[in-house]
């Protein structure tokens, strides 16, 4: 069975620091895909990424990177100079192949930039 | 271009009322999936549609709700009898449909908020 797990409930910093949000999934099967949502105060959840398991190759999208290690199961997002509107909870969740299109999500992290 | 689009966005509800949570997805977007987020939870697959189809209910609780999304119209998703642990915040989620399995980018509605009183 799939699982995500994300063991930072809550992290705070001070404007312009870097930040990296940790994700570690659990999967019987060689074909997945991870992805990344930014549920901000309004409640919205908004697409940020997905990645399939055979490309292990970093993204860098802005502040925005993540980094994807099969070897250890982790598929880690980090803000890079964060900004008071990257205030959050951030959700990572895994897709397998042969789950239809069922995503299971991480419990979130709580992302809080103070000025 | 509207995205997925949820109503109401807030309901209340009393014990033992019914409540109906309306989604319509994204235009040409067939596949319609709904989960639920408890307050300060991540959010837990329940049901997952194609027209006037359930592919996949593993997630939903075996009484009191149903999901639907018929030929014409919204995917409504039922809850009968509420109870305060029905509280939560429902989501919708839709996407294209596509040849690979797993793939999907869900696109989210703005959630509907149920309170039970």
């Known amino acids: 069975a799939q699982k995500v797990t994300q063991a930072q409930t809550e992290i705070s910093v001070v404007e312009k620091e870097d930040v990296t949000l940790d994700c570690v999934y659990e999967?019987?099967?060689?074909?997945?895909?991870l992805f990344w949502y930014k549920q901000p105060p309004s409640g919205e959840l908004v697409f940020l990424i997905r990645?399939?398991?055979?490309?292990?190759q970093n993204e860098i999208s802005g502040r925005y990177s993540w980094n994807f290690q099969k070897s250890t199961s982790s598929f880690n997002f980090t803000i890079t100079a964060s900004q008071v509107v990257d205030s959050a909870v951030y959700f990572c969740a895994l897709s397998e192949r042969n789950a239809g299109n069922m995503l299971t999500f991480g419990g979130g992290t709580r992302l809080m930039v103070k000025p | 271009n509207a995205g997925v689009m949820q109503n109401p966005r807030h309901l209340v509800r009393r014990r033992g009322q019914e409540a109906r949570l309306r989604c319509s997805p994204m235009?040409?977007?067939?596949?319609v999936y709904w989960y639920r987020q408890l307050p300060e939870e991540g959010l837990k697959f329940m049901v997952y549609?194609?027209?006037?189809?359930?592919?996949?209910e593993s997630g939903m609780p075996k009484e009191r709700f149903s999901a639907e999304f018929p030929k014409e119209g919204p995917s409504i998703l039922r809850i009968q009898q509420v109870v305060r642990g029905d509280s939560a915040a429902y989501f919708c989620a839709s996407s294209p449909r596509t040849g690979v399995s797993g793939a999907n980018v869900l696109t989210f509605g703005a959630g509907s908020r149920l309170t039970v009183l």
């Open positions: 549609l194609q027209k006037e189809n359930i592919i996949d």
């Open positions: 235009k040409g977007h067939s596949h």
């Open positions: 999967t019987r099967d060689t074909t997945y895909y």
């Open positions: 990645r399939n398991s055979f490309d292990e």
